[in-house]
Nanobody
Framework: QVQLMESGGGSVQAGGSLRLSCVASDYRTCMAWFRQAPGKEREDVARIASDGRTTYTDSVKGRFTVSKDDAKNTLFLIMNSLEPEDTATYYC????????????????????WGQGIQVTVSS
């Protein structure tokens, strides 16, 4: 069992920045950020594999950066140029899989999830 704990959320005005962190109780090779806005399905935001390859959903490319510190079992999401459409509950998720699968596997295959953290962007 892996426990994930997100931090760093909050409220910010459009154009602002936030940094989310997710500390895992144990190392996993594939980690990801998802988000869910009210009335919408949970969607991919960004993923990072064991070899450092990353993937982003189109709407955040160029604005968000995912990274990790393996020594500290910590995942990060730096969010710049935030837009009201980024308002959502953000979830950290983890699994063990090879790098190529990490960036494409369906989110339902992630067995470990954080409780989520709210990000609110006002216009």
């Amino acid at each position: 069992q892996v426990q994930l704990m997100e931090s760093g959320g909050g409220s910010v005005q459009a154009g602002g920045s936030l940094r989310l962190s997710c500390v895992a109780s144990d190392y996993r090779t594939c980690m990801a950020w998802f988000r869910q806005a009210p009335g919408k399905e949970r969607e991919d935001v960004a993923r990072i594999a064991s070899d450092g390859r990353t993937t982003y959903t189109d709407s955040v490319k160029g604005r968000f950066t995912v990274s990790k510190d393996d020594a500290k079992n910590t995942l990060f999401l730096i969010m710049n140029s935030l837009e009201p459409e980024d308002t959502a509950t953000y979830y950290c998720a983890a699994m063990n899989t090879i790098a190529p699968k990490c960036t494409m596997i369906q989110q339902s295959f992630f067995p470990w999830w954080g409780q989520g953290i709210q990000v609110t962007v006002s216009s």
